[in-house]
């Protein structure tokens, strides 16, 4: 089992930025890869961002490249997603995912079935 409890979101306002955090307890040494997923109200939950455990390898949805940065903390358990230059389409609960099954390219870790745990989510609210 593997607890995720995501935090740093708010409000904000267009054009600002915000750090997530995501720390991981439990058996941590399953996973092969975390991701940041998001979902607003009456839409299905999108992939964001996914970062393997090993080598780093990094994936990002087009909506947020360029903006939006995926990075991890071992020591700690830790995954952060920096986001620069939010928009207000960018206001959504997001939501970490550990994946425990290793797939060859990081493509498959842009799909939702790929992860085994989630956390609760955390919201961010952009204002234009």
């Known amino acids: 089992q593997v607890t995720l409890v995501e935090s740093g979101g708010g409000l904000v306002q267009a054009g600002s930025s915000l750090r997530l955090s995501c720390t991981a307890s439990?058996?941590?040494?399953?996973?092969?890869?975390m991701g940041w997923f998001r979902q607003a109200p009456g839409q299905e939950r999108e992939f964001v961002a996914a970062?393997?455990?090993?080598?780093?390898?990094?994936a990002y949805a087009d909506s947020v490249k360029e903006r939006f940065t995926i990075s991890r903390e071992s020591a700690n358990n830790t995954v952060y997603l920096q986001m620069n230059g939010l928009k207000s389409e960018d206001t959504a609960v997001y939501l970490c995912?550990?994946?425990?099954?290793?797939?060859?390219?990081?493509?498959?870790?842009?799909?939702?079935?790929?992860?085994?745990?989630w956390g609760q989510g955390t919201q961010v609210t952009v204002s234009s």
């Open positions: 995912a550990a994946a425990i099954t290793s797939y060859p390219y990081i493509a498959y870790y842009k799909q939702k079935r790929t992860y085994r745990y």
């Open positions: 439990g058996r941590t040494f399953t996973t092969y890869a």
């Open positions: 970062i393997t455990k090993i080598g780093g390898n990094t």
